[in-house]
């Protein structure tokens, strides 16, 4: 298959992941960004980021547009508002993404491209702050083979891990699937600190006992230690992730499954969330266990 030839990629959203990831594509690419809010996205625009006013303005620039949002509600405003991106009129496109949403609306935005002989990928990620700014996201593709194989080296920019799923909405639910995993770590993590601390035990020693053993994992490793230094900053908003949670046991019950223990991590979520804290990491659950400083 002839490959595509790429010169600019489009991003619509320009925030905690959006920036690194727009930063690691500047050093190959043309990039064009939107994002509601210009001034979060002034730095990019100093470091060689070409600025569109709307979404629309962004497909009609780009080879290939990316997209990172909040919520559904957005992605949905984004592709079909009256400044969206189907609103472009430009004659072939590749869209992708990268927001986690719901397989419903994934398979939507894949019917509207193919009916404008366009072509798109659902492609949440995975990796965190952390993972952005490193270039080594996992994403998980609902879509086409071949039209993965055309935006692959554009993904491939800030990522490690590139695996296609399936069709349309598969990335959006293998994402489910590791959100659901990340519930379990991140409840796990909480309450094993709570009983070490409880238990007069040094927390920096047991974080590193426990995480070279098989009760290792992503959380323990990468948020433990900023519970210590107590840094709550977003490497995920807790907003956020209670949002995938939502949409997890959505899916879930359309499927006719239980899912106790993450319904129970929703819970603890929106509490957190409901506290005032929907702006801190995922790891500011602790929060709702001991007193530590808010700021």
Known sequence: MKKMKINTVGFVGTGVMGKSMIRHLLKKYNVVVYNRTKERALDLLEEGAIWADTPTEVANQSDVVLTIVGYPKDVEEVYFGEQGIFKSTKEHLVVVDLTTSTPTL??????????????????????????????????????????????????????????????????????????????????????????????????????????????????????????????????????????????????????????????????????????????DGTQALIKLYWNLPTE
């Open 106 to 279: 994934a398979k939507r935005i894949a019917e509207e491209a193919t009916s404008r002989s366009w072509e798109a990928l659902d492609a949440p990620v995975s990796g965190g702050d952390l993972g952005a700014k490193n270039g080594t996201l996992s994403i998980m593709v609902g879509g086409t083979e071949e039209t993965l194989e055309k935006v692959y080296p554009v993904l491939d920019c800030f990522s490690k891990t590139i695996t296609l799923q399936g069709t349309a909405g598969a990335g959006q639910h293998t994402k489910m699937a590791n959100q659901i995993m990340i519930a379990g770590t991140m409840t796990g993590l909480t309450e094993m600190l709570v009983y070490a601390k409880a238990a007069g035990l040094d927390l920096d020693k047991v974080l590193q006992t426990v995480g070279a053993g098989s009760a290792a994992n992503w959380s323990l490793s990468n948020y433990g230690p900023r519970i210590l230094k107590e840094d709550y900053s977003p490497g995920f908003f807790a907003k956020h992730f209670l949002k995938d949670l939502g949409i997890a046991l959505d899916e879930a019950e359309r499927m006719r499954l239980f899912l106790p223990a993450t319904l129970q991590a929703k819970k603890l979520y929106e509490t957190l969330c409901d506290d005032g804290f929907a702006d």
